[in-house]
Nanobody
């Protein structure tokens, strides 16, 4: 069974930081490019960032570039999203999944079926 679990979300003030984790079970995460997506209530899911299998290549949405950093520790079977200088518009549920890594895009490949539960990030004063 191929499964991913998101964690690390929470409530933070504007300008604060959070680190999200995407942990794999039942397979080797290092075999897959992984991306983070987010969805706010009433809005469509959007790509945030993604990373190649070895971590050498990364993509970021313009809205988070310079503030977020994606990384991975394949020995720990985990992908991370470090979020700094958080803004209220970053408030959303954040999901991770396998992706196809394009030049500037992150396209879900649906290898793991349905989206998971995600982790809630709330940025508010």
């Amino acid at each position: 069974q191929l499964q991913l679990a998101e964690s690390g979300g929470g409530l933070v003030q504007p300008g604060g930081s959070l680190r999200l984790s995407c942990a794999a079970s039942g397979f080797t995460l290092g075999d897959w490019p992984i991306g983070w997506f987010r969805q706010a209530p009433g809005k469509e899911r959007e790509g945030v960032s993604c990373i190649s299998t070895g971590g050498a290549s990364t993509n970021y949405a313009d809205s988070v570039k310079g503030r977020f950093t994606i990384s991975r520790d394949n020995a720990k079977n985990t992908v991370y999203l470090q979020m700094n200088s958080l803004k209220p518009e970053d408030t959303a549920i954040y999901y991770c999944t396998a992706v196809f890594l394009g030049q500037t895009s992150c396209v879900p490949n649906r290898a793991f079926g349905n989206w998971g539960q995600g982790t809630q990030v709330t940025v508010s004063s």
